[in-house]
T-cell receptor, first 112, second 111 residues
Framework: SQTIHQWPATLVQPVGSPLSLECTVE??????LYWYRQAAGRGLQLLFY??????ISSEVPQNLSASRPQDRQFILSSKKLLLSDSGFYLC???????????FGPGTRLTVT | SQKIEQNSEALNIQEGKTATLTCNYT??????LQWYRQDPGRGPVFLLL?????KEKRKERLKVTFDTTLKQSLFHITASQPADSATYLC??????????FGSGTRLSIRP
């Protein structure tokens, strides 16, 4: 069965510092991968999605970037964090051949 | 641009009643619509998917309808229980790979 790992689980970073969040997927090959952000009390905002290694589609222009160096690895990065980058970051992948999203445990990021 | 609206930010109902949540969308022709449940501090969990050529889908106490003319989906929980209290999100998907989520409705079931 498919499992999504995310780390770290929580992170507190000062404004202007860099960021690297990692997502890895087990139990499937060549999945579509997604990064979402959820601000406090808000819905999910799609940030990036990837249909394969090195293929990244950006949904929202911002100071974040994503990379997919390996089939089952998806990384979210920033060179300089803003206060508005605080939120709950979720990595997701479709379940099997279906289109239902399976979510990882998330990373709670607080920018101070 | 594509827009998804879930009609109310919060909904409070009495245990045993039917909860009805609404999802409306514009500027989009989705191939399917999904509903998810999200508990505090957790990622969403998939509940139901309904395709554009389906009018209704049921799963236990859950029922989803999909009206592509009205561009609306209704999500019903019958015989609601306090354990059903959570935030419910609708999501749209199409031929492209991306899936877009609504902002969610926070449902509270009081005993």
């Amino acid at each position: 069965s498919q499992t999504i790992h995310q780390w770290p689980a929580t992170l507190v970073q000062p404004v202007g510092s860099p960021l690297s969040l990692e997502c890895t997927v087990e139990g499937t090959s060549n999945p579509n991968l997604y990064w979402y952000r959820q601000a406090a009390g808000r819905g999910l905002q799609l940030l990036f999605y990837s249909v394969g290694i090195g293929q990244i589609s950006s949904e929202v222009p911002q100071n974040l970037s994503a990379s997919r160096p390996q089939d089952r690895q998806f990384i979210l990065s920033s060179k300089k964090l803003l206060l508005s980058d605080s939120g709950f970051y979720l990595c997701a992948a479709p379940i099997g051949l279906a289109s239902e999203q399976y979510f990882g445990p998330g990373t709670r990021l607080t920018v101070t | 641009s594509q827009k998804i609206e879930q009609n109310s930010e919060a909904l409070n109902i009495q245990e045993g009643k039917t909860a009805t949540l609404t999802c409306n969308y514009t500027n989009y022709s989705p191939a399917y619509l999904q509903w998810y449940r999200q508990d505090p501090g957790r990622g969403p969990v998939f509940l139901l998917l309904i395709r554009e050529n389906e009018k209704e889908k049921r799963k236990e106490r859950l029922k989803v309808t999909f009206d592509t003319t009205l561009k609306q989906s209704l999500f019903h929980i019958t015989a609601s229980q306090p354990a059903d209290s959570a935030t419910y999100l609708c999501a749209l998907g199409g031929s492209a790979s991306k899936i877009i989520f609504g902002s969610g409705t926070r449902l509270s079931i009081r005993p």
